[in-house]
């Protein structure tokens, strides 16, 4: 399984250093500066081709009302349904570390951590997830705004009945 940690970082640094706006106007300049191909904008995302050297080089953008949330990318080989978990998953954990430790020397520290699948960098410009999934690891771009939107706690439902 390939992990591609350079088109990780290289990723990372542009949307770390990109003056978003999180429009959907910003997918273009974005894609034209990764060296990425915008394949096809919808209603609520969008699909793209990168150049990530793995078996599936897309990213998918996600968002509403002319509004980006979130770009979610592929960085690993996506694992073939065939192979055992057991050759797949010591696979996704070294290149997860992998990913950790040249992300966290692009980034910094992390903002947080859920242990052992996701890690998170709060940006100024955008936060920074990378996880690790059952068959990939994706690097996901999000808005700082819709992260926020996302942290917040659900609302407690009060008992209708009191004693």
């Avoid at 992990?3 to 770390?16: C, P, S, Y």
């Avoid at 509403?64 to 960085?75: E, F, K, N």
């Amino acid at each position: 399984m390939h992990v591609d940690i350079e088109g990780a970082t290289q990723i990372a640094r542009l949307a770390a250093e990109f003056d978003w706006t999180w429009a959907v106007d910003d997918l273009e300049p974005f894609c034209a500066q990764a060296g990425w191909e915008l394949v096809e904008l919808r209603h609520a995302g969008g699909s793209i081709r990168t150049n990530f050297h793995v078996s599936r080089p897309t990213a998918n953008m996600f968002g509403r009302q002319h509004r980006m949330d979130s770009i979610s990318i592929l960085v690993t080989d996506l694992a073939d349904d065939a192979t055992p978990m057991t050759v797949v998953r010591p696979l996704l954990v070294e290149g997860f570390t992998n990913l950790d430790v040249a992300l966290t020397a692009l980034l910094g520290t992390a903002t947080s951590a859920e242990p052992e699948a996701t890690i998170r960098w709060d940006l100024p410009k955008a936060v920074i997830t990378l996880n690790r999934g059952v068959s990939a690891i994706h690097l996901h771009l999000k808005s700082p705004g819709y992260q926020a939107w996302a942290d917040k706690p659900e609302p407690e439902y009060e008992d209708e009945y009191e004693d």
